[in-house]
């Protein structure tokens, strides 16, 4: 009976103010009515648990989205009253890395269904643990990749032709105008090695192509003939032979215990004096102290980071102070559209969870 | 039996403003130097030997006074492709060769267009900066970019090196309009997928990054003033790798400050360097580069090479690769 209740108090809200006759709800007091009033406006929504709006959080830019289908409560209100709210909570909504899904956490969200991480990388995250709590945990691929591949055309273009030092020189009154000081090295026809030839390395060899650079591809698993042949890309078993041949090395691949490290004093000492390493993937990825050593002693020529570890570097790091390094605080994806577009993925795969659908990024542990 | 040398001048080697060791080596295979430097200092020892002028980020330039005192002058041969720096009737009524190094510059050109439309788009400078400050304690939202892959790319001046940066931006998923004296071949159009604009206008209205890439003429000097900046979309990107005279930059800093654009990326301004009070070096939204679109090692060889070949030919009397004649 009290759902009837409800569906005639919603009736009352929006359409045309009705008789007395669906009034009676007389068992009811007035105040609770207004209550139930409002519950039934929003009671659909689930209960989502973010970082916050702003700061380290979401852009405010995106709120409607997630405002649309969630009750959202941001962490530092949670924890005012985590009892009262932890209970209501199904998802988790995650974004850089926070809120952090620790024990500490998660023991105050018994309806937690669900942790929905925004970014296609979930190597902060304890899968096995998740998941063994009930809790399915999604990403987004998928609309991340332009934005990535094009930082990392950004990133190999602005150091092979020194654009920030260029800058620099043009506005600095401490830095001497001496244009032949920037001497680049060539984009057009050099080799482009990407280790990771997924979604996003695909694309970047896309992007090389365009440039008429000679592709080589290191990966687990060769690509088929004709994802080769659309970007006119070769396949290169033995990394060792592609970090010989290459100019500018990338790295697009997911962070797991085989890459961690992959990039260390060997591979580097195997890399042309004259090439350029971009990291678009982790910072774990490569070993931070060889690649110190590496561009100090000219071993390289330089570097360009969109990712460190950790991010971001303390601030007398060896990294920060060398002249051939170019570093990004992890801005692969911040655009507005790609940033729209993760978090309506986000929602889409909380809510596909929460309404027991079939979901459409679920990572599950190996 | 091997033929002397013809005796050519060049601004200086070495230094921070000469030619690099390796650029000058393949000057001497071909040709005896003498420095500017050398010759104010005995006029009438080297001015009658020099046979060619080799002319290097306008260096040294093609003034009346020291054209006139180089009797025997066959040719001045220009590194760079670019020639609005040379009065051309002038130099020819002497019975002076011009020639340039069209080509070879192209796709170092194109490659450093497509770096600033990438680095402005994204914030590269900016991140870059705070990446590295001493003071950064957290990340500031507003490094939020605007979109490249599938956005709209207007080329104003469609010609080699306009299609090249056509040819780049097609990886990038970008829609290409572009606008030109006279419209490119079907098959051209086709094989970048752009679509003409006889209005520029037109493209200005349509762009989300509008790339300068034609040569300064009488007809191209403020070709961008305050009408067409006002033209283009407040989230747009202006890009200049032509020259500075090109746009008006008054208007373009006025279009800056108030936000009727988004931002700008010049590796050309006018004059070059600017004066450090300049108020473009003031603005957070511009991206500027000292004339760097030929500076690589690879790219300024070649065009080494092809001044030398244009100066060999001249000096023997044969038609010139790339002589810049009159329109």
Not at chain 2, 39 to 64: D, R
Not at chain 2, 160 to 188: C, P, W
Request: glycine share 8%; net charge neutral; with cysteine.
């Amino acid at each position: 009976m009290q759902s009837l209740c409800y569906i005639r108090c919603v009736r009352r809200l929006w359409g045309p103010v009705q008789s007395s006759r669906l009034l009676k709800v007389t068992h009811m007091h007035r105040s609770s009515r207004q209550l139930q009033h409002k519950k039934v406006m929003e009671d659909n929504k689930p209960w989502a648990l973010i970082s916050e709006v702003g700061e380290l959080g979401y852009i405010e830019e995106v709120m409607d989205i997630l405002k649309q289908h969630f009750h959202i409560i941001c962490h530092k209100d949670f924890l005012q009253n985590s009892l009262l709210h932890g209970p209501k909570i199904q998802a988790i909504l995650m974004w850089e890395n926070l809120p952090a899904a620790e024990p500490s956490l998660l023991r105050l969200l018994p309806s937690l269904k669900v942790l929905a991480n925004g970014g296609v990388g979930i190597d902060h995250l304890d899968l096995p643990y998740i998941t063994s709590l009930g809790v399915k945990v999604t990403n987004t691929p998928g609309v991340v990749s332009d934005a990535t591949a094009d930082i990392a055309m950004g990133l190999l273009l602005a150091s092979a032709r020194r654009i920030v030092e260029g800058h620099q020189m043009v506005a600095d009154p401490n830095i001497a105008y001496i244009a032949q000081n920037l001497m680049g090295v060539e984009v057009t026809g050099s080799t482009l090695g990407i280790i990771g030839m997924g979604h996003i390395g695909c694309k970047i060899a896309q992007r090389g192509k365009g440039f008429d650079m000679k592709i080589l591809y290191h990966n687990r698993s060769r690509r088929s003939v004709e994802d080769e042949q659309a970007v006119g890309a070769s396949y290169r078993e033995n990394m060792d032979d592609l970090l010989k041949e290459s100019d500018f090395v990338m790295l697009a691949v997911n962070l797991t215990p085989e890459t961690t490290g992959l990039i260390s004093h060997r591979e580097l000492s195997l890399m042309k004096p004259t090439a350029t390493l971009v990291n678009i993937s982790r910072g774990l990825v490569v070993d931070q102290d060889a690649l110190v050593k590496a561009l100090r002693s000219g071993t390289i020529r330089a570097a360009a980071l969109d990712v460190t570890h950790p991010e971001p570097l303390p601030r007398d790091h060896p990294l920060l102070g060398l002249p051939n390094v170019l570093i990004t605080p992890h801005v692969g994806t911040n655009t507005y559209a790609t940033t729209r577009k993760m978090v309506q993925k986000m929602a889409d795969n909380a809510l596909a969870v929460l309404n027991g659908q079939s979901i459409p990024n679920e990572v599950k542990p190996k | 039996m091997e033929e002397e040398k013809a005796w050519a001048l060049v601004s200086e080697l070495g230094g921070d403003h000469g030619y690099l060791e390796e650029m000058a080596d393949i000057l001497k295979q071909h040709f005896q130097l003498v420095c500017y430097r050398e010759l104010l200092q005995n006029p009438a020892l080297h001015g009658p030997k020099i046979q060619v002028l080799f002319m290097w980020k306008y260096f040294p330039a093609a003034e009346p006074w020291l054209l006139r005192s180089l009797p025997s002058l066959k040719v001045v041969a220009s590194g760079g492709v670019g020639t609005d720096h040379l009065d051309v009737p002038f130099i020819n009524s002497l019975g002076v060769k011009v020639a340039n190094t069209p080509g070879v510059v192209s796709d170092a050109s194109a490659d450093l267009a497509m770096g600033l439309l990438l680095a402005s788009a994204r914030k590269i400078l900016d991140a870059h900066r705070i990446a590295v400050d001493p003071k950064t304690v957290h990340i500031p939202q507003s490094l939020m970019g605007v979109e490249v892959t599938g956005s709209t790319l207007g080329i104003v001046g469609m010609g080699e090196i306009g299609y090249k940066i056509a040819q780049r931006s097609k990886g990038f998923e970008m829609k290409i309009l572009y606008h030109n004296r006279t419209r490119r071949s079907v098959g051209d159009e086709q094989a970048v997928g752009a679509g003409y604009c006889r209005s520029l206008d037109d493209l200005l209205r349509r762009s989300d990054f509008v790339v300068i890439v034609v040569k300064l003429t009488s007809d191209t000097t403020g070709l961008i003033g305050h009408r067409e900046l006002s033209l283009m979309k407040p989230t747009a990107t202006l890009v200049n790798i032509s020259r500075g005279q090109v746009v008006d930059q008054d208007a373009l800093v006025e279009a800056l400050q108030s936000g009727r654009i988004r931002a700008a990326a010049l590796d050309v301004t006018h004059p070059e360097p600017l004066p450090r009070d300049h108020p473009l070096l003031g603005l957070p939204n511009v991206l500027i580069t000292p004339h760097i679109g030929i500076s690589t090692y690879d790219t300024a060889r070649a065009i080494v090479e092809k001044m030398v070949e244009n100066a060999l030919a001249a000096v023997k009397g044969l038609p010139l690769p790339n002589e810049v004649k009159l329109q």
